[in-house]
């Protein structure tokens, strides 16, 4: 699947404005529109929890070992703040699940991976057992197998969520001073004069450690990615029309996709990262769509409010990636209609457990 919302791109091939937005939309209170997000993606089978918690138990496990120490190191005050909450959460549920998502329906994946796939696929084993072999591969695999990649995976989720809260909330001056400031810092042209730019400093530093020929490349296209996500930030900040009609949203949900896959270079091709543009695209609109107050009280301006991005545009976005996630699931060689539901089931529980984290903690 391509652009989740084509008909906002519509128009003339050279239109280089977008159309005016309409009327600020009337939306439902709150409560109602989480409610409504939560009867879109349905009901969830709890064996697929089983994935999950094997996904978060290899997460979790690299925070403490290699960001933890990081945050000690370069800013250490952070422990007693919220915004560390944040961070272990964005990075280690959200971000970093994201890549050993993507694993289970890669078409070249790691060989533990390929025989718990093989097995899932082959043998008739009801959706509990399937949860428990993918939860037991999980462990081996975090344990004993891919050290490198389990670190720069949550270092980069890490630096990603480090890096938008520091534009946002760590920087004073105008927005084209900040983003200057923050691209200098991270290509280690300008020293980091405070603890959070020191800690962003400090995550490129090591995810870029002993990488690969393969690996360097693709962190160096990831980190290009990054200033790009950076540059649209600050023309959002500064008022700038977006000409897609996106709020200058598509440069860091790709970005940050590319950055996550990085690390994955060697197994995952171009089909899984277009999902995972897709399914960052739907997390965006979701943002949007659930964070519309408090984007009005601070007058910033996002597609939901403009009326640009409706409930159906969610809805549209949601099914996208669902049944997208279903045809690369085949395209890795999968036959079984039961190991693809599994597969879709798992996604479904890990997205609903993210939606209801956002629903009770506004502050994410």
């Known amino acids: 699947m391509g652009d989740p919302l084509p008909h906002h ?24 529109r989480v409610a409504a997000v939560q009867t879109l993606l349905g009901p969830t089978d709890p064996s697929a929890g089983q994935l999950a918690l094997g996904i978060r138990g290899i997460t979790h496990r690299n925070f403490d070992r290699h960001v933890a120490p990081l945050v000690d190191q370069h800013w250490p005050a952070l422990r007693h703040l919220p915004f560390f909450a944040k961070l272990r959460l964005g990075a280690c549920d959200l971000y970093a699940s994201a890549p050993y998502t993507v694993l289970f329906c890669a078409s070249q994946p790691p060989l533990l991976v390929h025989l718990v796939t093989t097995a899932g696929d082959r043998l008739p084993l009801p959706a509990p057992a399937l949860g428990f072999l993918g939860r037991a591969a999980l462990e081996v695999l975090g344990r004993v197998a891919y050290p490198q990649q389990h ?6 989720a890490s630096f990603i969520v480090v890096v938008d809260h520091v534009l946002d909330h760590c920087l004073d001056g105008p927005p084209d001073r900040r983003g200057a400031l923050l691209h200098a810092v991270i290509d280690g042209i300008q020293p980091p004069a405070t603890p959070e730019l020191a800690l962003t400093r400090a995550l ?4 870029g450690h002993r990488l690969e020929p393969d690996e360097q490349a693709a962190f160096e296209a990831a980190m290009l990615r990054v200033h790009d996500w950076i540059r649209a930030e600050v023309r959002a900040m500064n008022g700038e029309p977006d000409p897609e009609g996106l709020g200058h949203r598509r440069a860091g949900t790709e970005g940050t996709i590319d950055g996550l896959l990085f690390p994955l270079v060697r197994w995952t091709g171009e089909g899984a990262r277009r999902w995972m543009y897709d399914v960052a695209m739907f ?17 910033r301006s996002t597609p939901v409010l403009e009326g640009r991005w409706t409930f159906d545009d969610l809805e549209r976005a949601w099914h996208g990636t669902v049944e997208d996630l279903e045809s690369l699931v085949r395209a890795a060689g999968t036959r079984s209609p039961h190991y693809v539901r599994f597969v879709r089931q798992a996604y479904v529980l890990m997205l609903g457990e993210v939606i209801d984290m956002m629903a009770r903690r506004p502050e994410l």
Request: a negative charge.
């Open 9 to 32: 791109n519509a128009g003339p091939a050279n239109c280089t404005s977008p159309p005016a937005p309409p009327p600020a939309p009337t939306l439902p209170p709150r409560p109602a």
């Open 151 to 156: 670190r720069r995976i949550v270092q980069i």
């Open 283 to 299: 997390m965006q609109i979701l943002d949007d769509w659930f964070d519309a107050e408090a984007d009005l009280a601070v007058g």
């Open 204 to 207: 490129v530093v090591a995810m």
